[in-house]
């Protein structure tokens, strides 16, 4: 079954539990937290007690993007806040291969996110360190926009290095993802496809999430 994870920056914050129950009856996995800064990208978001919150009463496997500047200064908190996975922005730190082995010192698994306009070069020098590879098919910062279609040879690329490795590494797409492009993405070898406005549009949660899962 075609593995989707809903982004919670298109929740409705003000009922946040119905939300999440919601998503757990439309038998989702991951749950995906867009952590941002107002420097990594032009926009705040939401953190650390969010996160907190959303683990001490769920089960879902977070999955925390941060889209911040210097991740290496908050690996610890967003360990002790219950993230399962911390995927940092190629572009965000400077000693990538360093805050890649730290998240998985503490007990993480650790992701790498690279911006529409970042080759993936860098990535043959850490796919000893990576659990997942985060392409982003717009530019971080907002929901709601349009699916960049020029990452798509992006993710061709990628998905035959992490085949040519030979290593378990989760192959995840963000960003424009709905109805309409997830079977082409699907077909790219994407393996996990986060969902942000297509999730939760018109509050359908689980018609939406079920409308992503089936071609139909
Ligand atoms: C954008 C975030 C995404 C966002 C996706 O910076 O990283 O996770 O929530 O939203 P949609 O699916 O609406 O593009
Ligand atoms: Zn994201």
């Known amino acids: 079954m075609r593995e989707i994870a809903p982004s ?17 009856k439309s038998g989702i996995k991951y749950l995906h937290l867009d952590v941002m800064d107002g420097n990594f990208v032009p926009n705040i978001s939401f953190g650390l007690p969010i996160i907190k919150s959303v683990r001490k009463n769920t089960d879902f496997i977070l999955d925390c993007h941060l889209m911040i500047e210097k991740p290496e200064r908050y690996l610890e908190d967003f360990k002790n806040a219950g993230a399962d996975i911390l995927t940092v922005h190629q572009e965000a730190t400077i ?67 992490i085949d040519e490795s030979e290593r378990d590494i989760i192959l995840e797409v963000d960003g424009g993802v709905n109805k309409d492009n997830i079977k082409e993405l699907e077909d790219l070898g994407v393996d996990l496809f986060v969902a942000g406005s297509a999730a939760f549009k018109n509050s359908e949660i689980e018609k939406n999430i079920g409308g992503l899962r089936d071609d139909k």
């Open 95 to 161: 000693h990538l291969q360093r805050t890649l082995a730290e998240i998985r010192r503490l007990g993480m698994k650790a992701g790498v996110s690279l911006n529409p306009s970042t080759s993936e070069e860098t990535l043959k020098y850490i796919m000893d360190d990576l659990d997942l590879i985060l392409i982003m098919s717009v530019n971080p910062g907002f929901g709601g926009q349009s699916y960049i279609e020029s990452v798509n040879e992006k993710i061709k690329r990628v998905r035959k290095m």
């Open 8 to 24: 919670l920056l298109s929740a409705n914050f003000y009922n946040l539990q119905d939300d999440l129950e919601r998503l757990k």
